[in-house]
């Protein structure tokens, strides 16, 4: 199926998403960044993709916040996020595919301490009422 869009759009169609416990968003671009494929598409790879993330989780480090699988004619490459907004992501995209709060707050409580990004406590629910760089007049 992705490999069908690679074909159609210009020989290159990288596949981003992310899995959590909730929901999985799924896009399909073309080689330029236009969106060619979505979520409402019903032959796209659901069940896989979910149970990718099941098994590349590790139960104290956790699993991937975003994945990408570009197919080419060539073959396919497989990159992953864990704890940051991917590289391949554009920056104007954040709003769309930023995955929910709830979801990551759900990710980061199922990992070990040690293995909780820095950014965490921004997560906190208190957070968005008095953000920490908010000034007081």
Do not use: K, N
């Not at 709830?102 to 957070?127: F, T």
């Amino acid at each position: 199926m992705v490999r069908d869009y690679a074909a159609e759009f210009g020989g290159a169609a990288p596949l981003t998403t992310r899995v959590a416990d909730s929901s999985t968003s799924l896009r399909i671009l073309d080689a330029s960044g236009r969106l060619v494929g979505c979520e409402a598409d019903r032959d796209l790879p659901w069940d896989l993709l979910e149970e990718l993330w099941e098994v590349e989780a590790h139960p104290e480090e956790g699993g991937w916040l975003y994945l990408r699988v570009a197919i080419t004619s060539d073959g396919e490459a497989v990159d992953r996020a864990y704890d940051h907004w991917p590289t391949w992501q554009r920056a104007d995209d954040r709003h769309e595919a930023a995955a929910p709060i709830g979801e990551l707050r759900q990710e980061m409580a199922r990992r070990a301490p040690q293995w909780r990004p820095d950014w965490m406590p921004l997560l906190d629910e208190a957070v968005m009422f008095a953000p920490p760089w908010s000034v007081e007049s």
